[in-house]
């Protein structure tokens, strides 16, 4: 249950797009179909952003998107905002019918 | 309105055990999976434990197997952690999270505001 490997950090400035990666294993990210992006802010519990790999939850900004390749997923913020920065955390249900988040990445709006 | 709110936590010698509750309000309980997950301080978050909506199937993370046992209540609309032979790692803020189908507990759409959990001698 290794967690899956995200960058630490990502930067833009307001208005630009930034991507986070996520790499897991056949058997987690390539394997599944729950995979997940979660936002936090500082001293907030976690909130759901992407599922099932593209899904957007009802009330979340069209501006984050998200796509899988193979044993990577990845998170698009675009038209990036001050309300944006945050940590982020992906997901994913493993073969072993657990889950696995990954170390997280700080966005830093400049 | 979907509530989650947990209790249970504290101050804990090494050895010893917790009992985590997480108390649900406004949706159907025994319909979803629930989970566990926590955060230790400045760190990521970090999947525990997951039960089904009927209780009958429990997950664990392989750093808590054997030590901490996943249950709930339906009829009381709770979840539990019973942690057991607790260790210094074992620190962190403890989440309790709705899974948003009922297949699976795999995607959270709600989270606690969590219950802190500290080892310490």
């Known amino acids: 249950q290794s967690a899956l490997t995200q960058p630490a950090s990502v930067s833009g400035s307001p208005g630009q797009s930034i991507t986070i990666s996520c790499t897991g294993t056949s058997s987690d990210v390539g394997g599944s179909k729950y995979v997940s992006w979660y936002q936090q802010h500082p001293g907030k519990g976690p909130k759901l952003m992407i599922y099932?790999?593209?899904y957007r939850p009802p009330g979340v900004s069209n501006r984050f998107s998200a796509s899988k390749s193979g044993n990577t997923a990845s998170l698009t913020i675009s038209g990036l905002q001050a309300e944006d920065e945050a940590d982020y955390y992906c997901s994913a249900y493993t073969s072993s019918s657990t889950l696995v988040f990954g170390g997280g990445t700080k966005v830093t709006v400049l | 309105e979907v509530q989650l709110v947990e209790s249970g936590g504290g101050v804990v010698e090494p050895g010893g055990s917790l009992r985590l509750s997480c108390a649900a309000s406004g949706f159907t309980f025994s319909d979803y999976a629930m989970a566990w997950v926590r955060q230790a301080p400045g760190k990521g978050l970090e999947w525990v434990s997951a039960?089904?909506?009927?209780?009958?199937?429990?997950y664990y993370a392989d750093s808590v197997k054997g030590r901490f046992t996943i249950s709930r209540d339906n009829s009381r609309n709770t979840v539990f952690l019973q942690m057991n032979s607790l260790r210094a790692e074992d620190t962190a803020l403890y989440y309790c999270?709705?899974?948003?189908?009922?297949?699976?507990?795999?995607?959270?759409?709600?989270w606690g505001q969590g219950t802190l959990v500290t080892v310490s001698s």
């Open positions: 999270a709705k899974d948003h189908g009922i297949l699976v507990a795999a995607t959270f759409n709600y």
């Open positions: 039960i089904l909506g009927s209780g009958s199937n429990t």
């Open positions: 099932d790999v593209t």
